[in-house]
């Protein structure tokens, strides 16, 4: 069969699957690109079928369900005081590396520097690098001299 033909299956395949999103056609589409290959390569037609076959059945049998599963797993979503990491916050009172307070997400935390050297003022601006117990521990966004 002439290469030109399993590139037609392979895009036929290929709207199947963006109807159906079963992952059976798109994979089926992607070996008869194989066999497209194949066939450009000069092998005859039981060697297409047989590449076609092949990664058939190993698209099927070993990837197909492998995609299943992590499309099935639930996103990773961040909740409580892990899903203040990496905002933006106001300082209220200076903070150092021991003590400071900020406005963050319309409330007041405690907060220190994450670098001890820092000093940062009132009025800057911080990250939210990570959260000790009640303490969030910030980094400035931008270094004054």
Do not use: C, N
């Amino acid at each position: 069969m002439p290469w030109f033909v399993w590139l037609l299956t392979a895009a036929a395949l290929g709207v199947v699957e963006f109807f159906t999103l079963t992952l059976v056609f798109g994979l089926l589409a992607g070996a008869a690109l194989v066999a497209a290959v194949v066939a450009g390569a000069g092998v005859g037609l039981l060697g297409q079928l047989v590449a076609l076959a092949a990664t058939g059945a190993a698209g099927l049998v070993i990837i197909r369900p492998i995609a299943l599963r992590h499309m099935t797993q639930p996103p990773l979503t961040r909740e409580g005081s892990d899903a203040l990491i990496g905002k933006r916050a106001e300082v209220l009172q200076e903070v150092t590396a021991t003590r400071g307070l900020i406005k963050l997400s319309g409330e007041e935390w405690s907060a220190r520097a994450l670098d001890e050297s820092h000093v940062i003022p009132v009025g800057g601006l911080v990250d939210v690098m990570e959260i000790d117990g009640a303490t969030a521990i910030v980094y400035p966004r931008e270094l004054l001299p």
